[in-house]
């Protein structure tokens, strides 16, 4: 089982971000793939682990499924949930019109690879200043037929089964996926419950079009502890939050159940000309008891993607344009309710909010004499918000309109291929970040006027490729990132985030990978030994920011780390053995922007030990068995910034062990 693609392949790698269609070694770009067999690597209850492997990301889970990513530092605005970067999933837009994305309605068993872009991508994918995730679905290759069902026990309670069809032919592919996961929970008031099932198929009725649809339907529920202040973490960290407003008395949790709706389709109307569309749709229903009030919302959704890309020779010079668009309509009725020791009690508000977010983007890219490659790109974004307050108890109706500013993200990019196994590449490039849905109108129903849209500038610079005769792949960008109206968060008395903006930050960093193959011979018992690292340095400093009577100009990025690294072995046998073992480092992390609170530097280590064998002509089986947190370290995974009270840290589970079965027929 590999954590990255083998250093002779790496060539083969084909970005798909940026819209070039690239081997790696010809992307210029911080990119970083986390292929299937990452994924595999871990329970797969979760995707926490798998994408921390990658230098510069960090995904964080406050309550079981309920996550945070980070790429860059960009989750400082985001006290839960996912913001400030942008995902699609077969590339239909995945993060909604709002700016929100509710990644935890997917199982880890619906996604075949993940491609993420780290710093702006706004002049290919819109608003958005911390990245890009690419999300791939799992296909049947031609020719299979195949039924695949699996069984996972584990601590603290956890259930997992999944369910597999896969049937691909010479021009079609489908696959049906079904996946149910039970949590008791690590603390009181942690448990999940998540159903999801996935309907995947592609069709390819001619030589020139090639269709694809996916559905996915998820029914989650899951409970929210609450934040611990250093006391009572350190007393007992499986306790929820207790007193007048305490996470068991009001229920805290959430329920959720959506549908998404993709379809899309890729035409190639010559051998120089190309467009791909897509449109989807969602409907989304989330029953949500907080510690301090109740919500209600739902939403519906359509929006859309097109691409079109030319490719000419402009003499020696191998050039391609690409242009297109996005649209993205949201409609969200949303009610907020005092929270009657978990039952809905008195109307507070109730409004109807309608989300508009669009984009238009032209790029060029050239293949220059001397291995040069030049890139171009530009968008135009716009976003806008509708809202209308129904009912309020205090001031009664009215209607607020925002409408940001219409803003350039232009791009450049320029890479070297040195020899065919090194290249080196730098680019600059600009992003813009308006508030989301949740930052403008607070989970109390507030709303937040004057908050401005974020405006960063990214220059990077970077080397990548393989030497040792393929054994050594390495992966190294420094980059340097001027973000202005930065937007923070801050708890209230009542436990409610509220955003405003507080000048600039200064964002320095380097991020690199690397991983050597000892051995790598198929016939041999020890078929495969190799060993990987990423390590992540970030000199992330507030530039500006003086609030009141404080300046916190100079002071530490709240809740990122200035040093993170991962590590780990992956051992295979010809007989079907194999060993996975992990290691996960993280250097202590400010959790206010006063920076007089820490939480404390943490490693945690991990190991998978299984055995996959063919039974006859038909049947695989696999068997394994891991352990997380091996050590029993006590650490908070999903810190609440600037936390009102001190209930800054989130408890992550102790040691725990897991196990379980896949058995595949395959026809």
């Known amino acids: ?81 996912i913001r400030n970067v942008k995902l699609y999933y077969d590339g239909i837009p995945f993060t909604e019109a709002n700016g929100t994305t509710a990644l935890n309605l997917m199982d880890a068993a619906n996604i075949g690879s993940i491609e993420v872009l780290k710093g702006p991508t706004g002049s290919i994918y819109g608003a958005g200043t911390g990245g890009t995730v690419l999300l791939e679905p799992r296909r049947a290759a031609a020719g299979e037929q195949s039924l695949e069902v699996g069984a996972m026990t584990g601590s603290f309670g956890l259930r997992r089964y999944t369910a597999t069809a896969r049937v691909g032919g ?46 996915i339907y998820s029914d989650l529920y899951y409970e929210l502890p609450g934040g611990l202040t250093q006391e009572q973490y350190d007393e007992d960290p499986s306790q929820a939050r207790g007193g007048m407003f305490g996470s068991v008395a009001q229920n805290a949790s959430m329920n959720q159940e959506g549908v998404n709706v993709g379809l899309k389709q890729e035409y190639t109307f010559s051998e120089n000309f190309r467009n791909t569309t897509s449109l989807y749709g969602l409907h989304r229903f989330r029953d949500h008891p907080f510690n301090t009030d109740y919500e209600r919302n739902a939403n519906q959704e359509i929006g859309g993607r097109t691409s079109f890309a030319y490719e000419a020779r402009l003499g020696s010079i191998g050039a391609t344009f690409t242009a297109g668009g996005e649209l993205q309509r949201g409609f969200e009725a949303a009610r907020t309710y005092d929270n009657n020791g978990g039952e809905p009690g008195d109307l507070r508000t109730d409004d109807e909010v309608v989300a508009k977010s669009g984009f238009a983007f032209a790029q ?57 196994q090194l290249s080196i590449h730098a680019s600059v490039s600009s992003g813009f970040s308006p508030p989301t849905e949740e930052e403008i109108l607070t989970s109390d129903g507030q709303l937040n006027e ?99 009577e404080n300046n916190y100009s100079g002071n530490k990025l709240t809740g990122v780390a200035p040093h993170a690294a991962t590590a780990g072995i992956d051992l295979n046998t010809r007989i079907g053995l194999y060993l996975n073992l992990t ?22 280590a991990g190991a998978r030990l299984g055995v996959k064998r063919q039974l006859g002509q038909h049947f695989g089986l696999e068997l394994f068995s891991g352990v997380d947190n091996v050590t029993d370290k006590k650490y908070s995974l999903g810190n609440d910034l600037n936390a009102f009270g001190g209930r800054f840290f989130q408890p992550a589970p102790g040691r725990n062990y897991y196990g379980g079965l896949s ?3 395959t026809l």
């Open 1 to 81: 089982m590999l954590l990255q693609p083998d250093a002779a392949s790496l060539q083969e790698v084909v970005i798909t971000g940026y819209e070039t269609n690239r081997p790696l070694l010809q992307t210029a770009g911080a990119v970083s793939i986390v292929g299937r067999e990452v994924i595999e690597r871990f329970d797969e209850s979760s995707l926490v682990r798998a994408v921390n492997t990658v230098p510069g990301v960090r995904m964080e889970e406050r309550a079981p499924a309920s996550y945070r990513i980070s790429i860059r530092g960009s989750s400082l605005r985001s006290p839960y949930g």
């Open 450 to 548: 004057e908050l401005e849209a974020e405006k960063g500038t990214n220059y990077e610079a970077g080397i990548r490729g393989f030497a040792l005769k393929g054994k050594l792949n390495f992966d190294v960008v420094g980059f340097y990132f001027k973000l202005k109206e930065t937007i923070v968060s801050r708890q209230d008395v009542s436990s409610v985030a509220v955003f405003r903006n507080v000048g600039s930050t200064d964002q320095k960093g380097i991020e690199t990978s690397i991983n050597y193959t000892l051995v790598d011979e198929p016939a041999q018992q020890l078929s495969l030994l190799k060993v990987w690292t990423s390590y992540t340095f970030s000199h992330f400093r507030f530039d500006a920011y003086q609030q009141n």
């Open 170 to 215: 010479e021009k079609s592919s489908f696959l049906v996926q079904y996946a149910r996961q039970e949590y008791d929970g690590h603390r009181q008031q942690s448990a999940v419950e998540r159903e999801v099932l996935l309907l995947s198929s592609e069709f390819r009725p001619s030589d020139k079009r090639i269709l694809s649809a996916n559905l």
């Open 364 to 420: 060029a890219e050239f293949e220059l004499p001397s291995d040069f490659i030049a890139t171009a790109a530009l968008s135009l974004n716009d976003t806008k918000y509708e809202i209308t307050r129904l009912h309020q108890v205090s001031s009664g109706n009215y209607k607020y309109n925002r409408d940001f500013d219409a803003v350039f993200s232009p791009r450049v990019a320029l890479l070297k291929q040195l020899t065919e």
């Open 583 to 604: 290691a996960n480092y993280s250097d202590e992390i400010p959790l206010n922007d006063e920076n007089t609170v820490y939480a404390d530097s943490y490693l945690v």
């Open 663 to 665: 058995l595949k027929y």
